[in-house]
């Protein structure tokens, strides 16, 4: 559920690599605190609910800070029994690309599952197991995949969605490496076009 990143984020990987022991080691700390799941709420924001039918989102991706992206998406889900499939597919200024969710419900307020992310080379790279959990008001998702249009360099991903009492849900992406933080997205998933508000 973000833009890419390959070439923009590749400096500053570097340069973390290049900064030696102490950023890694300050970045696996905010690792290991950052990736800690919060406790279910069965009675949260339901992912499969909301996704079931299509959606539509639009959103920003930030790469160090500096540079920005702007991308939209198009969804179509289906909910069949525990299990819910969602194909997500980003629109950005350089092409279409497409990411695969296939989720199951592991337990009251609880998900597996993987995702699939379409590479720069046009192909889906393998499925990725992903974990998540229904929050009060929203829902977090953290896995280890790849971004949307990138090579194949393995990222980590934490998505922290929220509902909005306007009915649509805002999901902020944090994107690390090592436990470095790389970039992160704002984005807002609608059920209609017409709710989202311009960036």
Known sequence: MIGKFEGRWRWLWSAAVAGGGLAVLVGVAWFGAS???????????????????????????TTALVFTEAFTAEFVGKQT?????????????????????????TGPGLYGGTVATELKTGQLARPMPV?????????VLDYN??????????????????GRPDGTVANHVIVSKFGIPLATSDVTFAKSRAVLAPY
């Open 131 to 139: 974990v998540g959990v229904q929050t009060q008001n929203g829902a």
């Open 145 to 162: 995949g790849y971004a949307p249009g990138g090579g194949g360099t393995l990222l980590h991903f934490r998505h922290e969605m929220t």
């Open 81 to 105: 029994g525990d299990r819910f499939q969602l194909d997500e597919r980003f629109v950005f200024a350089d092409g279409k690309r497409l990411q695969r969710w296939d989720l199951v419900r």
């Open 35 to 61: 990736s800690r799941l919060p406790q279910p709420d069965p009675n949260g924001l339901s992912l499969p609910d909301f996704f079931e039918g299509k959606s539509v989102s639009k959103g920003v991706v």
